[in-house]
């Protein structure tokens, strides 16, 4: 990880575009989708949910103002929020939308600004799990904005939000546009996926038999 993120840092954008860098979330990891079927992109979405779309002026200062919170993306600093606004789209979405749904091929993230979503997964004998309900700044889909794999949960409004949402050609973009920020962006994001993976083996360890 640490030598992909150093040559991120050190390209420059015309060197990226020349290595075809500025393509490799929208289409170097495509080649382990089952045939005929395509990642279901946010533009798509965002029609069929009706979301509205959020000023930037509005969405940005609300996304530095909950990654100042977190844990991990507080490493950004004002600076960087401010030229990472640019790649993101922001939107507002009534309850009840399904943002991610399981078993579909994702390319894009969302962090949630206001409001709560539920995250569900429906198990193979049918029964349908609440595995959370999220609250402002936390990040969903990451993990198949950076693989373009098989979401594991459904995503769904439980109230009016707010989101910014990242898609694997704006995270292109800014790996071609902005080097140093999206080797920041990726390791913050495998950080935290990183301490997910470790709570779930952890409980794993804990309860073998659960």
């Known amino acids: 990880m640490k030598g992909i993120l150093d040559l991120l840092k050190s390209r420059s954008p015309r060197e990226?575009?020349?290595?075809?860098?500025?393509?490799?979330?929208?289409?170097?990891?495509?080649?382990?989708?089952?045939?005929?079927?395509?990642a279901a992109p946010w533009d798509a979405r965002a029609?069929?949910?009706?979301?509205?779309?959020?000023?930037?002026?509005?969405?940005?200062?609300?996304?530095?103002?909950?990654?100042?919170?977190?844990?991990?993306?507080?490493?950004?600093?004002?600076?960087?929020?401010?030229?990472?606004?640019r790649f993101f789209a922001f939107a507002q979405v009534s309850p009840n939308r399904d943002l991610i749904r399981q078993d579909e091929y994702g390319?894009?993230?969302?962090?949630?600004?206001?409001g709560s979503i539920g995250v569900d997964r429906r198990q193979p004998w049918g029964?349908?799990?609440r595995l959370a309900e999220t609250r402002p700044g936390d990040i969903l889909g990451e993990m198949s904005l950076l693989d373009s794999g098989i979401r594991f949960s459904t995503c769904t409004t439980l109230t009016d939000c707010e989101i910014a949402v990242l898609?694997?050609?704006?995270?292109?973009?800014?790996?071609?546009?902005?080097?140093?920020?999206?080797?920041?962006?990726?390791?913050?994001?495998?950080?935290?996926?990183s301490l997910?993976?470790?709570?779930?083996?952890?409980?794993?360890?804990d309860n073998p038999n659960g």
């Not at 071609?176 to 390791?187: G, S, V």
């Not at 997910?196 to 360890?205: A, N, Q, T």
């Open 167 to 193: 898609s694997a050609e704006a995270l292109d973009d800014m790996m071609a546009q902005d080097a140093p920020l999206a080797a920041a962006l990726i390791a913050l994001l495998a950080r935290k996926l």
């Open 107 to 114: 390319n894009f993230m969302i962090v949630l600004l206001t």
């Open 16 to 38: 990226a575009r020349e290595v075809g860098e500025s393509t490799l979330f929208t289409t170097a990891f495509s080649m382990g989708k089952s045939a005929g079927k395509a």
């Open 127 to 129: 029964e349908h799990l």
């Open 196 to 205: 997910r993976l470790r709570v779930v083996s952890s409980r794993l360890s």
């Open 47 to 85: 029609v069929e949910v009706v979301a509205t779309r959020l000023p930037k002026s509005r969405g940005g200062k609300l996304l530095e103002s909950v990654w100042e919170k977190d844990q991990y993306m507080s490493h950004l600093n004002k600076e960087a929020l401010e030229r990472m606004q």
